[in-house]
């Protein structure tokens, strides 16, 4: 949505009980290094607000970041995440290595070897991870990756 777009009529043409459509809008779009940062807000059928968040899609249109907020007190939710890709592969979904997932503090929670490369099968801790010296200091060198520290800031501020 651009600013000469209208919340409420978008919400009237795409928000529908009879045909049980929902409607989520993207706005205040920001733009740096090849990457976008989104807010967006997720309406019911019935053009009631239930989620809202933030997105940060790159050059390739492939999701870098994804929060929600609580509607009430504007807090981060659980399950924001940060992905990290190898950009060797077409498809995102082969090329997705890592997702780092946050706690509603903004820590680090867990660490998903997304596609199994490094020999995780499930989520690991940061101090996991940090022992992984294969992984943490060779193949995704921790200290030259700041962005992944923490959830902010939500728009990459220089290449991943």
Not at 11 to 19: E, G
Not at 60 to 82: M, P, Y
Not at 143 to 149: F, I, L, S, T
Request: proline share 2%; net charge negative.
């Amino acid at each position: 949505m651009d600013e000469t777009e209208d919340k409420d009529i978008i919400l009237q043409q795409n928000c529908d009980v009879t045909d049980n459509t929902s409607c989520i809008v993207y706005f205040n779009k920001q733009e740096t290094n090849g990457f976008n940062l989104w807010d967006w807000e997720s309406y019911s059928k019935e053009g009631r607000l239930y989620f809202k968040g933030k997105e940060v899609y790159d050059n390739q249109s492939r999701l870098i970041f994804s929060c929600s907020f609580d509607l009430v007190t504007n807090q981060l939710e659980e399950g924001a995440f940060k992905n990290y890709y190898g950009n060797q592969f077409e498809n995102p979904n082969d090329d997705l290595l890592l997702e780092f997932t946050y706690k509603n503090n903004g820590d680090v929670d867990l660490i998903f070897d997304y596609n199994e490369n490094y020999g995780h099968t499930k989520g690991i801790s940061l101090n996991e991870f940090l022992t992984d010296t294969q992984l943490s200091q060779q193949q995704f060198p921790w200290d030259q990756h700041k962005y992944y520290h923490a959830i902010t800031p939500y728009l990459p501020t220089s290449n991943l």
